[in-house]
């Protein structure tokens, strides 16, 4: 129950395409689902996150679609950019709970 | 200021040897966490400091000790690890529980040889 469930484990996309990265958690407690960015030899950044109460977030080029009734979440990068290159983790947390349980992460490549 | 700063940046370390990492926050967060990942795995918690005190242990081997002197400050002290301690270590923080907005650092990445 305190899994999430990420696909695909890695993606590549040609420039400008829009690479999609999925979601799945089983916990209906859950009610924070952040992404995050991470580069080689870098910590994580938290790049989006929502809350159970809207369907989409959109900052910038990325966007999360979040289904409720479904329990699971997705990544959207709109113009991909080869700086886009990295690994992304989907992860989720519950009110008041300091643990954040982490997707298997999705490494993302993005050709020229 | 949205940074977390951790030092050193790589270390490398035999098994005999005692040696800390520190990280350190300026953002008034009061939730600070011990992260350490391996190559292409999520980051794996292994403790969790709330204003200031031990709140979370994970299981973590007692050859890790965690010491949070202040609200900005955190430390791991490493003694007698093993190769398989190798990874990188990440320190976190967040504004209370829970965890909203919380900021990882950039990491230690550990040998232990």
Aim: proline letters at 7%; charged letters at 20%.
């Amino acid at each position: 129950q305190q899994q999430v469930k990420q696909s695909p484990q890695s993606l590549i996309v040609q420039k400008g395409g829009i690479p999609i990265i999925n979601c799945a958690y089983e916990n209906t407690a859950f009610d924070y689902f952040p992404w995050y960015q991470q580069f080689p030899g870098k910590g994580p950044a938290l790049l989006i996150a929502i809350r159970p109460d809207v369907s989409e977030k959109k900052e910038g080029r990325f966007t999360i679609s979040f289904n409720k009734s479904a329990k699971q979440f997705s990544l959207h990068i709109m113009d991909s950019q080869p700086g886009d290159s990295a690994t992304y983790f989907c992860a989720a947390s519950k009110k008041g709970a300091q643990k954040l349980v982490f997707g298997q992460g999705t490494r993302l490549t993005i050709n020229p | 200021d949205t940074e977390v700063t951790q030092t050193p940046k790589h270390l490398v370390m035999g098994m005999t040897n005692k040696k800390s990492l520190k990280c350190e926050q300026h953002m008034g967060h009061r939730a600070m966490y011990w992260y350490k990942q391996k190559a292409k795995k999520p980051p794996e918690l292994m403790f969790v400091y709330s204003y200031e005190k031990l709140s979370i242990n994970e299981s973590v081997p007692s050859r890790f000790s965690p010491e949070c002197p202040n609200s900005s400050l955190l430390n791991l002290h490493l003694h007698a690890l093993q190769p398989e301690d190798s990874a990188l270590y990440l320190c976190a923080s967040s504004q209370g529980v829970g965890w909203s907005e919380a900021f990882f650092g950039q990491g230690t990445r550990l040998t232990v040889v």
